[in-house]
């Protein structure tokens, strides 16, 4: 049962695994570009006529996870933000947290037990993801109640909306954020600096230079005892990112897939479209290439043990004093991101960009459950969070004058508070609108207008708004999802021996893999002609 704002321990079950819902020809739900409502901190629009639709005093349960551990100040952020949706639109919101390592476990569970479930965030990859959810009906069609009642989302989210629209059908709201997404090697600075290594590691441009860093870390007698190299989530991840080939030497030569909406790495084309054939990416030798480095890396000591069965994030391993570093996705900003989450400074050096991607945008998304209670008040609370700055700040940095102070429009610690301190703060991406939080220490006043220019300047795959209708398909998604479980953590974190993946590509085979391509290419086809 889920246990408001307690930790779960339990590790996550194993879930039936799905690509992204949807069909071929995507129509846009909202303008060409994302809103100008991005500076603004009022609710006029959002309240607009609220209580006259929502007549008595609606409660909607809002669930979503941190950024590392569960904060202990949850309880005075609900309070704050239900002194503005109460009197405004006529809302109070019960904030449920739920671990990342417990995330897919306690979602599923909650709809299975018909607990209260309003409005919740999707989780990159597993059974809570955008794309499993969809394949499984358990989220609500909500075209109708943003049309009604959402305009202010739809004008915010802009063209983003094609991502999550299937026919006439809305099943979420990406978040509004910067999605030009970058792979990174995040480094512990204090490391790198007593190893003199700082200059070194900010200036590297390829692996070969990265291992000679894991080298010195692992020998030295002061911090040998970290782990080289920690996993980025929590299925042993490390080198193989959703949508990156990173299995060369120098950083220039790393390239991207499109995972046309799929979360498990299942699906590759080539996102700048000049081949639209899609791969089995598990059979491409960019993806064999990755295994066999995190293999070599395994054999000479620089990955983390456990980072196949672990149920830290790289953040938290960070954090716990167990890694030197990770390798992880990240936008404009990264840094302050980063060290915030890791709670101590870090050094991020990026290897490549990744173009807009449908994957990119269901990442994180905001989807009301069939099973919801309060849909039209839950939409009522989201136009608050994609157009108020109010809501936004206190989702994403907590209590003004208890978690943060404001210096020249800057967010940051009061006095010798720090991320392990500090009562709420969790990840600035996560929310509506991430154009409307106060940047952070470390961060330009104007950082927001930065990442704004940098977003509206985004190179978008040829793919983007494509998604698979994978309902004809789910016993071989089925079976290939246990396969994925079986192999997938001890490939991806280099555990795995000699043979393995061999072994793999044979089971996947066995279990009918190749009809779920053929799937996604008929569709594909379907959809790329329909856009002439």
């Known amino acids: 049962m889920q246990i408001k704002k307690l930790a779960v321990i339990t590790l996550s079950a194993l879930m039936v695994i799905s690509a992204a819902a949807g069909c071929g020809n995507n129509e846009a739900a909202g303008g060409a570009g994302g809103s100008q409502n991005t500076t603004g901190s009022g609710s006029d629009s959002a309240a607009q006529n609220s209580e006259e639709h929502l007549g008595d005093m609606a409660n909607i349960t809002m669930v979503y996870m941190p950024v590392g551990g569960l904060p202990k100040g949850v309880q005075e952020v609900e309070d704050a933000i239900n002194e503005i949706t109460e009197p405004e639109i006529n809302v109070h919101v019960d904030i449920q947290m739920i671990e990342s390592g417990s995330y897919d476990q306690q979602i599923g569970l909650m709809m299975a037990g018909g607990e209260k479930l309003d409005l919740m965030l999707t989780f990159p990859v597993g059974s809570s993801s955008y794309s499993s959810m969809v394949s499984q009906n358990q989220y609500m069609d ?8 959402g305009q202010p989302i739809l004008e915010t989210a802009g063209s983003l909306m094609d991502a999550t629209t299937v026919g006439d059908a809305i099943y979420a709201v990406p978040t509004y954020r910067n999605l030009v997404t970058s792979a990174y090697i995040i480094m512990r600075t204090d490391v790198l600096e007593d190893l003199g290594l700082l200059e070194k590691a900010q200036n590297m441009t390829s692996f070969t230079e990265y291992e000679e860093i894991l080298e010195a870390v692992k020998s030295s007698e002061k911090w040998g005892y970290l782990a080289g190299v920690v996993n980025s989530d929590l299925d042993g991840l490390i080198l193989p990112l959703n949508g990156y080939y990173m299995g060369v030497d120098n950083f220039s030569d790393a390239t991207t897939y499109d995972l046309l909406g799929d979360t498990y790495k299942l699906i590759s084309i080539d996102p700048n479209g000049s081949d639209d054939t899609v791969r089995l990416n598990y059979a491409t030798e960019e993806y064999k290439a990755m295994v066999d480095k995190m293999r070599e890396w395994y054999e000479k000591g620089y990955v983390y043990k456990d980072a196949a069965n672990t149920d830290d994030s790289g953040e938290v391993l960070i954090k716990n004093n167990v890694g030197f570093s990770y ?47 309060e849909p039209e008040a839950a939409i009522e609370f989201m136009n608050l969070m994609y157009t108020d700055s109010r ?37 600035d991406y996560m929310f509506g609108n991430q154009f409307l939080a106060l940047p952070w220490t470390g961060q330009d006043a104007d950082f927001r ?43 991806d974190s280099g555990v795995a021996p000699e043979g393995t993946y061999e072994e793999f590509i044979e089971k996947l085979e066995s279990v009918n893999v190749q009809k779920i391509i053929d799937e996604y290419q008929s569709q594909l086809d379907e959809w790329l002609a329909a856009q002439e």
């Not at 936004?392 to 392990?420: H, K």
């Open 449 to 491: 207008t930065e990442q704004k220019v940098d977003m509206d300047a985004v190179t978008q795959s040829k793919y983007f708004g494509f998604a698979c209708d994978t309902s004809g398909i789910q016993n071989e998604l089925s079976a290939v999802a246990n396969v994925i479980a079986e192999y997938g953590p001890s490939l």
């Open 142 to 149: 909500i075209s109708g109640l943003l049309e009604e009642y």
């Open 391 to 427: 809501i936004e700040n206190l989702l994403v940095w907590g209590i003004e004058g208890r978690d943060y102070e404001v210096t020249d429009g800057v967010a940051g610690f009061i006095g010798d508070q720090d991320a392990n301190s500090v009562a709420y703060q969790t990840a």
């Open 327 to 373: 390798i992880t996705e990240g936008e404009l900003g990264v840094e302050t991101l980063k060290a915030a989450a890791c709670g101590m400074p870090v050094t991020c050096v990026k290897v490549t960009t990744a173009p807009l991607s449908t994957t990119s945008c269901i990442k994180f998304a905001w989807a009301v459950p069939v099973t919801a209670t």
